[in-house]
Nanobody, 116 residues
Framework: QVQLVESGGGLVQAGGSLRLSCVAS????????MGWYRQAPGKQREYVAQ???????NYADSAKDRFTISRDTAKNTVYLQMNSLKPEDTAVYYC??????????WGQGTQVTVSS
């Protein structure tokens, strides 16, 4: 079992920045990858970014050049630095981990609202 707690969401004006954090606890030794999805009102959940155990990162096209995923292994934390935010980035952002068994665990989500 892995538990995830996100933080860092909030209200920001267009063009601003936010940094989301996600702290993992529990069976952290089994984590192969950590990342973020988001879900806007009335839309399906969509992939944002991921970082693997080896440090390889991957981004959705919507996140490239504006968002940066990173991690602090000592703190069991993954971050999502979001710059140049747009109103269309407004969503609930969910942290996830994929463990060695292939199972995915999800956090409770953190709201990001970007005003125009």
């Amino acid at each position: 079992q892995v538990q995830l707690v996100e933080s860092g969401g909030g209200l920001v004006q267009a063009g601003g920045s936010l940094r989301l954090s996600c702290v993992a606890s529990g069976s952290i030794f089994s984590i192969n990858a950590m990342g973020w999805y988001r879900q806007a009102p009335g839309k399906q959940r969509e992939y944002v970014a991921q970082i693997t155990r080896g440090g390889t990162t991957n981004y959705a096209d919507s996140a490239k050049d504006r968002f940066t995923i990173s991690r602090d292994t000592a703190k069991n934390t993954v971050y999502l630095q979001m710059n140049s935010l747009k109103p269309e980035d407004t969503a609930v952002y969910y942290c996830y981990v994929i463990v060695t068994s292939g199972k995915t665990y999800w956090g409770q989500g953190t709201q990001v609202t970007v005003s125009s």
